[in-house]
């Protein structure tokens, strides 16, 4: 089987994208799925991202971790998926996508892609774990997908890798797991961030729903204001902003550049894999 392929990145964070609107891209094979987004045998990129047929939208955007497994949503793939989905003609540039975690709206310009996020959610802030023989606090936040916020006063110190993981597969997260955001809050409403991203299992060039993360603990816990801008891994910049009253946010958006980088065809009869394909 042949398939077509876009490569993009949203703020660094990069991605395969796949117009599957006619529904034969064996998606659900994860070995397949993870075979693509390998680094040294595949494409490489951090998510896949399939464009579907949607009864409740312009289409549905199914994303997938390189190692194949189904996430609920992802912020910068999201702002991809509407470049892309505009590109091949699915939408317009005012749209709607589905997801995992409901609806998506997004809108296209000449200077990036904005979506607006679900409400944040289950928030559990100063937790306290110990991770070896150290004390690590930090804020628990889902945005989509949980996400676990250590603030941090050097960022560029931080081992991400080490203790990313540790806290990533740390009990308090069981069964799921959470992603791990390191950040270091600037003024005004300036800050920088680094995540270890779940399913990636390794730093990530970027991470929207993290930069969502980042953005809500910093307003309720530092007295940042939205807009509030996040300085990715890979140098770039997140605008997250919405309208917060009364301890609540609505209209939660996140916006940032998106790049087409190549197209290409991929053939599953020559790739390398760990299992087979139907």
């Given at each position: 089987m042949k398939i077509q392929f876009t490569k993009m990145h949203g703020a660094g964070n990069d991605f395969v994208l796949i117009d599957d609107r006619e529904g034969l891209v064996p998606w659900e094979d994860h070995f397949l799925m993870a075979a693509?987004?390998?680094?040294?045998?595949?494409?490489?990129?951090?998510?896949?991202?399939?464009?579907q047929k949607s009864d409740k939208a312009d289409f549905r955007m199914r994303f997938l971790n390189p190692d194949g497994t189904e996430v609920e949503m992802c912020g910068n793939g999201a702002r991809c998926a509407a470049a892309f989905a505009n590109a091949i003609g699915a939408s317009g540039t005012a749209l709607t996508m589905e997801t995992m975690c409901g609806l998506v709206d997004a809108q296209l310009s000449d200077t990036g892609v904005c979506v607006w996020m679900p409400e944040p959610s289950k928030k559990n802030y100063g937790l306290e774990l110990k991770v070896g023989e150290e004390i690590v606090c930090g804020d628990f936040i889902n945005t989509g997908v949980p996400h676990f916020v250590v603030q941090?006063?050097?960022?560029s110190a931080v081992d991400v890798q080490g203790l990313g993981r540790a806290l990533r597969l740390h009990p308090a997260f069981a069964p799921d797991g959470t992603n791990v955001d390191f950040v270091t809050f600037r003024t005004p409403n300036r800050m920088t961030m680094r995540t270890y991203e779940r399913g990636v299992e390794a730093e990530s060039g970027a991470c929207g729903t993290g930069a969502v993360a980042c953005a809500v603990v910093a307003v309720e816990t530092a007295k940042f204001t939205l807009p509030a801008k996040v300085k990715t891994t890979s140098g770039y910049e997140l605008v997250i902003d919405g309208d917060?009253?009364?301890?609540?946010?609505?209209?939660?958006?996140?916006?940032?550049?998106v790049k087409f980088v190549f197209t290409g065809e991929i053939d599953t009869e020559r790739m390398e894999l760990d299992g087979e394909i139907d």
């Amino acid at each position: 089987m042949k398939i077509q392929f876009t490569k993009m990145h949203g703020a660094g964070n990069d991605f395969v994208l796949i117009d599957d609107r006619e529904g034969l891209v064996p998606w659900e094979d994860h070995f397949l799925m993870a075979a693509i987004a390998g680094r040294r045998t595949g494409v490489g990129c951090e998510g896949v991202i399939l464009v579907q047929k949607s009864d409740k939208a312009d289409f549905r955007m199914r994303f997938l971790n390189p190692d194949g497994t189904e996430v609920e949503m992802c912020g910068n793939g999201a702002r991809c998926a509407a470049a892309f989905a505009n590109a091949i003609g699915a939408s317009g540039t005012a749209l709607t996508m589905e997801t995992m975690c409901g609806l998506v709206d997004a809108q296209l310009s000449d200077t990036g892609v904005c979506v607006w996020m679900p409400e944040p959610s289950k928030k559990n802030y100063g937790l306290e774990l110990k991770v070896g023989e150290e004390i690590v606090c930090g804020d628990f936040i889902n945005t989509g997908v949980p996400h676990f916020v250590v603030q941090v006063p050097n960022i560029s110190a931080v081992d991400v890798q080490g203790l990313g993981r540790a806290l990533r597969l740390h009990p308090a997260f069981a069964p799921d797991g959470t992603n791990v955001d390191f950040v270091t809050f600037r003024t005004p409403n300036r800050m920088t961030m680094r995540t270890y991203e779940r399913g990636v299992e390794a730093e990530s060039g970027a991470c929207g729903t993290g930069a969502v993360a980042c953005a809500v603990v910093a307003v309720e816990t530092a007295k940042f204001t939205l807009p509030a801008k996040v300085k990715t891994t890979s140098g770039y910049e997140l605008v997250i902003d919405g309208d917060w009253r009364h301890q609540k946010c609505t209209g939660l958006t996140l916006f940032g550049p998106v790049k087409f980088v190549f197209t290409g065809e991929i053939d599953t009869e020559r790739m390398e894999l760990d299992g087979e394909i139907d």
